[in-house]
């Protein structure tokens, strides 16, 4: 047998020596995100979906390129002080990421991990600096509704009825900047999922699709590192929607977690339950913009001192569904800690 | 049938138990279900993992929000009437200002797919479409919406490539069957009568 690394707790949990620092982040949302419950909470509320750009797919690439942007403005860096950029999207060949770092000039990775690519570019950029490869790291992730609607589902403007189950894809993007030493919440801890499938096919489903894979990897944190969900102030999943939601915590329920009263969803949270999205919002950018705007200034307020963000992504492709695949699922955790 | 089955079998049957408690669901199909005698392994393991999904996949209905069949047929009946009525009322008009049956339909379906294609440009078919269902799909203005939805949509992407290619994402099979219907019910006119 090899032997463990270091880092790595029990299967799947690794933990940082060094924690890597918040420093700075930045939130950017569509206009009708504005009209949620934590508009307010956003860096830039969008005036309308196109954000001055010909085509939504390049509205998408802008406003990831500007999250990433504001987050290095905010703390007077420039792209040259960068080391490394992990982002990610939705769209086939994840263009809206390669064409932001297009503009950017940071050594690039580009990620897939539908719509956990945040959390996992965030425990990725956080191994990164812990392990000495780097001293700062930008994260991004974006989605938007109608350059996603038009790649999985239907035309926009098509007359078609959605799904009680269905969600609403998120339009916005988060960024984040990771350094190795600095002021700001830390990442103590990632958890990398496993990717579940329980044969679901119902591409409109995503929240059934998903929970068991958010529920594996949350129990498999908690294994990993003996902690109750009472050692957190908060437990965000990242877009499992009302249904998914749900799911999770009875899932969670069996194996003897009682997570009632302090987990909660992205995709829930940040839309008005009249907005009409049905089970709530989904996509890269949900849990992005929702960690980088209301959550973690909340943490700063000293509302949370630690949370676990969990990712939840479906990996599906249009082809996959109509070749009559199920959908499967993965789902990754960071824990971040508010530091004094 | 091993211990390690029994154990997964009743581990799934107490969840099941449990949810019951909670809401008076019908019995799931996989309780009914006899286990198998003997597996190998392999089989054993493939058994295992239906099981879960099964139960899974029960779990998961059971959270769904329930569809609203009745709203649904009623909101779709009254918008497929009023559209059908406004092409009555279109015809009407017509008829009563001089062409004759014929004329008048043919003119009547061209202001409807205008009537459907130019909604659609305003943003306003898709809005339509969210409360009428079927109700709006089905009549011409549907059809109309379905087309310039497409137009609209993959116009960025060329109007070769784009828009020319990708016309038809929507209504292409109610065409191509249409067309195959149509043929069969015109040759089976032409050889019965």
Redesign the interface.
């Known amino acids: 047998m090899l032997p463990q690394p270091v880092k790595k707790i029990g299967k799947q949990t690794l933990q940082f020596t060094q924690p890597p620092v918040i420093f700075s982040m930045s939130s950017i949302v569509g206009p009708m995100e504005g009209k949620g419950p934590y508009g307010k909470a956003f860096d830039y509320v969008l005036e309308d979906t196109l954000f001055g750009e010909k085509s939504w797919e390049k509205a998408e690439s802008k406003m990831l390129r500007e999250a990433i942007k504001r987050a290095l403005l905010k703390v007077n860096l420039e792209a040259k002080d960068i080391d490394f950029m992990f982002a990610g999207d939705l769209l086939n060949q994840i263009v809206a990421a390669n064409f932001a770092a297009r503009e950017i000039n940071i050594p690039f990775l580009g990620l897939y991990g539908a719509c956990s690519t945040m959390v996992e570019g965030l425990a990725l950029g956080a191994v990164m600096i812990d392990v000495g490869s780097a001293h700062r790291v930008a994260v991004g992730a974006s989605s938007h509704h109608n350059t996603a609607e038009r790649q999985y589902r239907m035309p926009t403007e098509q007359g078609a009825q959605r799904v009680l189950w269905g969600q609403w894809t998120v339009t916005g993007a988060g960024g984040v900047l990771l350094v190795k030493e600095g002021s700001g919440p830390v990442i103590t801890h990632c958890t990398v999922g496993q990717v579940i499938d329980l044969g679901i096919k119902d591409a409109n489903d995503m929240g059934s699709c998903m929970a068991p894979a958010a529920a594996d990897t949350i129990i498999r944190h908690f294994q990993d590192l003996g902690r109750q969900p009472s050692d957190y102030d908060l437990i965000l999943s990242g877009d499992l929607g009302s249904v998914g939601l749900n799911i999770t915590k009875e899932l969670l329920g069996f194996e003897g977690y009682d997570v009632k009263n302090n987990m909660t969803d992205s995709g829930v949270m940040i839309y008005h339950p009249d907005q009409d999205t049905h089970a709530g919002g989904s996509g890269c950018g949900c849990i992005s913009v929702m960690l980088c705007g209301p959550i973690l200034r909340r943490m700063a307020e000293g509302l949370y001192k630690r949370i676990l963000a969990v990712g939840t992504g479906a990996l599906l492709s249009p082809i996959s569904t109509q070749q009559g695949e199920s959908v499967p699922a993965i789902a990754h955790a960071v824990v971040i800690e508010a530091r004094p | 049938m091993t211990n390690k089955m029994k154990e997964r079998y009743n581990a799934l049957f107490n969840?099941i138990q449990?949810l019951k408690e909670k809401q008076t669901q019908a019995e799931p199909e996989l309780i009914k279900e006899q286990m198998p005698r003997s597996m190998n392994p392999v089989e054993q393991q493939e058994y295992e993992k239906q099981l879960?999904?099964q139960a899974?996949?029960w779990?998961?209905e059971q959270?769904?929000?329930?569809?609203?069949w009745v709203r649904?047929a009623v909101l779709a009946f009254v918008v497929g009437g009023l559209i059908c009525t406004l092409g009555q009322l279109i015809l009407n008009y017509l008829k009563g200002s001089g062409l004759n049956l014929k004329e008048a339909g043919l003119a009547t379906v061209f202001i409807m797919v205008f009537l459907g294609a130019f909604l659609?440009g305003l943003?306003v078919?898709?809005?339509?479409?969210?409360y009428?269902?079927a109700g709006?799909?089905i009549p011409i203005t549907?059809f109309a919406?379905?087309i310039?939805?497409?137009a609209?949509?993959?116009k960025?992407e060329g109007y070769i490539y784009g828009m020319g290619a990708r016309l038809f994402?929507?209504a292409g099979p109610v065409l191509v069957f249409g067309f195959i219907i149509s043929v069969v019910i015109g040759l089976t006119y032409y050889i019965f009568s």
């Not at chain 2, 959270?63 to 609203?68: D, E, R, S």
């Open positions: 969840v449990k879960n999904q899974y996949q779990l998961a959270f769904k929000p329930k569809a609203t649904n659609t943003g078919y898709d809005k339509i479409g969210k009428g269902g709006s799909i549907g919406n379905s310039v939805a497409s609209m949509e993959f960025r994402t929507v």
